[in-house]
Each structure stands twice: as C-alpha cells, then as structure tokens.
C-alpha cells in the first residue's frame, strides 16, 4: 500500500546508462512533427531558403537548449530535473507552475495527441475496424504497465523504439534524396521585402519548428535514475539534440527537393508523399509504419519522463503524497505513473487534445526561458567552473531566453485566444499553489 509519509518511500533505481539517456533525450524530441509540420512551416514562408532557414534555426534553439540544460543537468543531478532547477534558483511557486501546467495540458495534451495519431495509423495500417479510442486505450494503458514494472523496462522498450524510429527517417531520407528527382531553387530568398511582416511570417513558422523540436529537456525529469547522470546526461543532451538537428533538416530538405515548396505547402503527409514517389504505395505503408513506431515512441518516452516530475512535488509535498511512493519490487513512482496516464485518458475521451495543443507551445517554450534564466542564478550562487559550462555565456543564454520569449510574444500576437486559456490555466495554478501548501503541510 503507498505510504502517506514521501520521506519514507524508497528511491528511485539507477539503471539507465549513456545511450539510453540519449535515446530519451532524441525520443522526447522526435513525435510525428517532422512527418507532418513540414506542410504547416511552407505554407507560412513560401521560399526554400526560409523553409529550411527556419528549420536550421529551430536546430540552433534546441542545440543553445541542450548546452544550457546540459550545464544545469551537471549543477543539479535532482530527480524531476526542469522542475528542480526552477525551484533551487526561483521559488517552488515557480516550479509548482511548471508541473501544474505539464499535468494539465503540455506533457498529456501532446500524449492524448499522439496517442490518437498512432490510433489511426495502426488502423490503417492492420485494416482492424476497431474505433480510434479503443487502440489508444489499449497502447496507453500498455505502455503504463511496462514503465510500472521499472525504469529498466520502459527503457529498454524506449530505445527498441527509438532504434526504429530513427531507421525510418533514415530511409525516407535516403529515398528523397537518391530515388526521387527533385531540385531546389534558392531564388528568391524571401518571399516579401524585409519588413516587419517578414519577421512577423517567419516567427509565424517558427512556432511549429520550436514544437517539432521540443522535448531535450523531458530527459532530465529521470536524471534521479541514471547510473551517472553528472557525466551521462549533459553529454546526451548535446549529442542527442545535434543528431536530432541533423535528422530533421535532412528530412526538411529531401521533402523541399522532392515536392518543391508549392506542393509542399499543399501536402499535409509530406513523408508519405517523398516515399510514394520513391517505392510506390510499399514506400507509403512503410513510412506510415514508421510513423506509428515514431508515435509509440514518444508515447513511451513521455510515460516514463514526466511522472518523474509529479514525484519529485509530492516529495516537496506540492502535490498528493501518495505520489511519492516507490514500488518496493520496481522501484517506480507508479501512482505518478498512473495519474498522468489516467488523465491523458480523459482528455482522450473528452476530444479536447486539438484544442490543447493550440496553446502548449506558448507554455512549453515559456518555461524555456525561465528555465535557462536559471543559469544566471546558480553560477552566481556557486562560481565553480561545470564540467559542461554553455559556451558564451551569459550572451548567448540571455539570446536563448530572448529568442524564447519572442516565439511567446509572437504567439500571442498571432493566437490571442488560444494562448489566453493557457495563461488563465497557469494563473489557476497559483492559488492551487497555496492551497496545496497550507492542506498537505498541516
């Protein structure tokens, strides 16, 4: 039975080495956006240049992301990760938001998402005649089960996975670039004058590149886990985020090649599309299968990542104590476990995830910036060089945080409405915050 007492629970077991830390750190980055945002970025840049200019920039950010969080990782090797540094540099208010937000709408809303995504391409894919939420049930009560029996398991899983979602890229970059005949033509550059309105279009297709590459940071939630996370996990971060980077312009570029930007824009499967020129409609079943293992791969990667989170704040006793459990056998949190899943069911169930998903890149990328702000903070408090220090800081970090809260300011400007329910959502969490602290602390 869990204990009501978090200061008597077992520890986490530290079972994951260098490369699954790396396999988490690529798996929490890699969903179905590269398969599908490609459409979404040319149809709000119309050149080449821009295209691939905003993918290339995306990269930059996640890779600016990595060197920081890689710092902070080697500073602070705390279960929950994100959630500590806000709480050791800020005020545990700051980190209660984050994991407020993170339960409520950033980690399950993507999940019911995905979910739903890999629901319809296994249905496509086996001819079943089995209703969408039923197979989303099925794979995410699955998934919880195996990372309920330990963190050795939903790693081992989330690699296999992994291992098949990057030879599924692989080959639909192979297959773009040496089966299909294509080229590209670099002019124009922009597809307007230098204007505000250009900064404004660009921004406009950063928004589906940042949340394509976002996710690095997730593999620091199960940093409490790994066998050395001081010297494993920032150099995951920085290895996994730059073959990501490496993968997705690859992908952005066989996909320019292949249909060029105006039936790029016009195309909202563009890997099925590169593939079905390359192999036929074999190309297409097969990509639509790589999309489904690329889907259950984020699927097992938030499983296991996030719930790390909700554990570390029923420690601080921010949150249900119960959460704080460990199986005695697994040494898994699996009450944090099941929480999350069993409230990505409901958001499943209720068909809300679309809407979600409007506003979760404008809270993800918030916490960026106060997360990487972090920096500033514990340098001062401890001079001490890292071991994996972010190159030309505190330039480079503040551009971080900028370039963050810029993709903030630019949604609002473009989706008003959509990032005001996720603002009203974060608000809501302040006075859960005291309410939480008052009730479980008397």
């Known amino acids: 039975m869990p204990q009501n007492n978090p200061g008597s629970s077992q520890s986490l077991a530290r079972r ?3 490369f699954d830390a790396t396999m988490l750190v690529m798996g929490g980055i890699i969903g179905t956006g590269i398969f599908m945002n490609p459409y979404v970025v ?14 290339l920039a995306g990269g930059c950010i996640a890779l600016m992301g990595g060197f920081i969080w890689a710092e902070l990782a080697d500073r ?76 050795r398991a939903g790693g081992t899983v989330q690699s296999g996975l992994m291992v098949l979602k990057i030879a599924a890229i692989a080959l639909l970059v192979f297959a ?9 033509n670099w002019k124009p550059a922009f597809d307007q004058p230098i204007s505000p309105g250009l900064f404004s279009s660009f921004g406009g297709a950063m928004i589906p590149v940042v949340f394509a590459f976002g996710g690095w940071h997730t593999a620091t939630f199960a940093s409490a886990e790994m ?3 001081r010297r494993d996990l920032p150099r995951a971060l920085i290895m996994g985020v730059i073959a990501v980077a490496l993968l997705y312009t690859s992908v952005n570029y066989v996909c320019v090649r292949a249909l060029g930007i105006s039936t790029l824009e016009n195309t909202p499967t563009p890997a099925s599309a590169v593939m079905r020129m390359a192999l036929g409609q074999r190309g297409a079943t097969i990509i639509a299968l790589g999309i489904a293992v690329s889907t259950l791969g ?17 420690k601080d006793r921010l949150f249900f104590r119960q959460l704080a459990w460990v199986h005695p056998r697994t040494q898994a949190p699996v009450l944090a476990i099941a929480i999350q899943s069993a409230w990505t069911m409901v958001i499943l169930l209720t ?61 609002v400007y473009r989706f008003p409405a959509n ?24």
């Not at 602070?76 to 980190?95: C, E, F, I, K, N």
Request: aromatic fraction near 14%; charge should be positive; proline fraction near 4%.
């Open 76 to 151: 602070m090797p705390t279960a929950g990760g994100q959630y500590a540094y806000l709480r050791d540099a800020y005020h545990p208010l700051v980190s209660f938001l984050y994991g407020w937000v993170l339960l409520l709408v950033i980690q399950t809303g993507g999940m019911a998402a995905v979910t739903v995504t890999f629901s319809r391409y296994f249905l496509e894919l086996t001819g079943w005649h089995s209703g969408e939420w039923q197979i989303a049930l099925v794979a995410l009560t699955v998934l919880t089960l195996i990372n309920c029996m330990g963190v």
């Open 227 to 229: 066998k050395d996370p």
């Open 298 to 314: 984020y699927l097992s990667q938030s499983v296991l990542t996030a719930p790390r989170v909700y554990f570390a704040m029923a």
């Open 351 to 411: 068909g809300s995830y679309d809407k979600i998903l409007n506003y979760v890149t404008s809270m993800d990328v918030l916490f960026w910036a106060l997360t990487a702000g972090c920096l500033f903070i514990l340098r001062r408090r401890d001079t001490a060089r890292s071991a994996f220090s972010m190159p030309g800081h505190p330039y480079t970090t503040a551009l971080f945080c900028v370039v963050c809260l810029a993709v903030v300011a630019n949604t």
């Open 42 to 55: 040319a149809q709000r840049v119309h050149t080449p240049a821009l295209v691939l200019g905003a993918w």
């Open 419 to 442: 990032t005001l329910i996720g603002m009203v959502i974060l608000a809501a969490g302040v006075p859960m915050y005291y309410i939480w602290r008052r009730t479980l602390r008397a």
């Open 16 to 18: 994951l080495g260098l």
């Open 176 to 184: 773009g670039a040496f089966l299909v005949h294509g080229h590209v």
